[in-house]
């Protein structure tokens, strides 16, 4: 049996067919439910993290081999204090290398869609948290001087931090495809049970929005150029549908 003929896609039809076609609820209807689910001020806090996955390692360290060395000696004394002594020695050696948290890239998402995503969660009553602000505090709250604590392990200084100063993580990652469509990542855990409260792509334009261009005059006559959609648009957009989802 043949497979039905299928009519050919331009990329713009295709990067279309890929994105999630549910229409979210109006916005103010979304604030409201969010408040209803969330009625305590300031709360949930959310930590962000932008542009880049939560890390599953829980700690710098990590071990690269294990190897052991064995060594067996004898001793013999003649005369009249003859005696006889055997002896056994093992020494276990391990190898550790340090790999600390990826640095920050404030140009990889721009400024611009944090504020509108930050901007979207304060009307809901959320509050967003600073991650490495977090950390801060945190480390400084544990600061005894020694020397064991001048350079932390930061996968577990993180986590710590993540526990006291936030109730929820939301992963806000670009896709492997967004050159061509546009889609970015959301995943929201409970840091204080670790479930999974939301995970979905979006590419962060209102419902029945439609892209916008511009006849710009050329040397070769009118050229048609897209108008992006401003980056604080698509923030408060991706805030949106993530307490939509959140509310559920």
Known sequence: MMAPAQVPMSEEAYAESLRDQSQRPPEQDIISRFRQAFPDQGKPRIAVFWNREFPS????????????????????????????????????????????????????????????????????????????????????ALEDGTFERASPDQLRLQMRALSQQADYVLELVVGSEFDRDGLYQVRVLSVKDASVLAVFNTDGKPPGSEDQHAWVVAESGFEKRDRP????????????????????
């Open 57 to 140: 390692r829980v700690s710098d360290w990590y071990s690269h081999y294990r190897g052991s060395l064995n060594a067996k000696g004898e001793l013999s004394v003649t005369g009249k204090e003859a005696r006889e002594e055997k002896g056994r020695a093992t020494l276990t050696m391990e190898q550790e290398s340090r790999g600390g948290l990826r640095t920050s890239d404030r140009n990889a998402i721009a400024m611009g869609l944090q504020g509108g995503l930050i901007s979207a969660f304060k009307q809901g009553g959320a509050t967003v948290i600073d991650q490495a602000m977090a950390q801060r505090i945190t480390d400084n």
């Open 229 to 248: 959609q401003p980056m604080s648009a698509t923030g408060k957009e991706i805030a949106l549908h993530t307490m939509a989802q959140m509310s559920q």
